[in-house]
């Protein structure tokens, strides 16, 4: 695949925005998801010096005296890598308190802190955190879609396009990461997310826990990917390494810690004795997770099943990519009943609107392919805006009363 030098993350409006009134500025998310590009980005001709953590010199005078080191810093400066820092977020709390001025810090982090609540917690009401994915579809594609405002407007007209037919399994074994998709073949693509684990367990796994077996988690999550899109079963995923439940819920954790996997949770609503409270597993990116199982673009066209699974994985992290740069701040579920009746992803923007999304990977869709949805707008009342199918088909259809089949590719691309 061909990218152009610099690809435009729609992000960026949002960090420019933060940075004028927020004294500090967390971007966190996976390691080489764009972090540092984006933030010498905007921040370089702002006049932002920038200090990286990944340099030892610079971690070694952080460690060894934190407030010293935050006050010969710079009026504005990028620190990179903070988590390997941790010190440093009482003494910026300190810094921040003595002088409010937005702007001052710009961080970039490849844990998460939120998940980390002493690190969150010292710099509450001063820090803005922003969320950095590996690339989406519609920054690949250059067009900022407003997807997720059509669907709470349930703007879905007739059109027709053309099937993505194998092109949508090559997407989703391509991921997002911009160094693999810099590479020129699927099979250098795939070498670079098993050597691109390998290098987060080592580096950033083992500074942010001394577990005991770093060896096992390659493994649990090869088994998480071949999980994706299903219910988190922890006894399923513990089985195989011989160890007690709450080690592999601890091991988890720390793969969600570092954005690998992902839990959706169960929608709540007053109905909850009718729900099934589990919460469902995603992988962080569909293209880490087909290379763990060593799956390639046509053997996922022929595994059915396996294209069910990654698909709904694609869809659930491209919304999710979506919405961190949207004006309206949305959150997502899943839907499950103790009828088994489901729907894949429950987007709600506030208190008063709910819709949801099923993921089909075939070609076709009929009206017993609405049920779950049905079963939504029923739950939801006069919160409930829209429902659709997203499947690989040529037509956008109305299937009833604010219910659609959409092409997938919708998503993504102008119609």
Partial sequence: MNLPSILPRFAARELTQALTDTPVVL????????????????????????????????????????????????????????????????????????????GRFLLTGSANVLLVPHLSDSLAGRMEILRLHPLSQCELSGFESHFLDRLFQADFKLHTTQRLGLELAERIVAGGFPPALARGSASRRSAWYRDYLATLVERDVRDLSRISSLDALPRLLALAASQTARLLNVTTLAAPFGMARQTIRDYLTLLERVFLIDELPS????????????????????????????????????????????????????????????????????????????????????????????????????????????????????????????YDGETCLGFGDRLFAVPIRTLWEKH
């Fill in 267 to 390: 929608w709540p609503t007053n109905q909850m004795s009718r729900l099934i409270k589990t919460p469902k597993l995603h992988m962080g990116d569909t293209g880490l997770a087909c290379a763990l199982l060593d799956q390639d673009a046509a053997g996922l066209w022929q595994d059915r099943a396996a294209r069910g699974q990654h698909l709904e994985t694609f869809v659930f992290q491209e919304l999710r990519r979506q919405a961190d740069w949207g004006a309206k701040a949305t959150r997502f579920f899943h839907y499950r009943d103790k009828d088994q009746v489901e729907v894949d992803i429950v987007a709600e923007r506030g208190a008063a609107e709910v819709a949801g999304i099923e993921v089909k990977a075939s070609g076709t869709v009929t009206a017993t392919d609405f049920r779950g949805l049905r079963r939504l707008k029923e739950a939801s009342g006069s919160r409930f805006k829209a429902g659709i199918v997203l």
């Fill in 27 to 102: 971007v966190h998310g996976p390691r080489q998801s764009g972090k540092t590009t984006l933030t010498r980005l905007v921040g370089g001709p702002l006049g932002y010096t920038y200090l990286t953590f990944d340099d030892p010199a610079v971690l070694s005078v952080a460690k060894d005296d934190p407030s010293g080191f935050i006050a010969d810093l710079p009026e504005k400066v990028i620190l990179d890598e903070v988590q390997k820092a941790p010190a440093l977020f009482s003494s910026i709390k300190l810094s921040v308190d003595r002088n409010r001025k937005p």
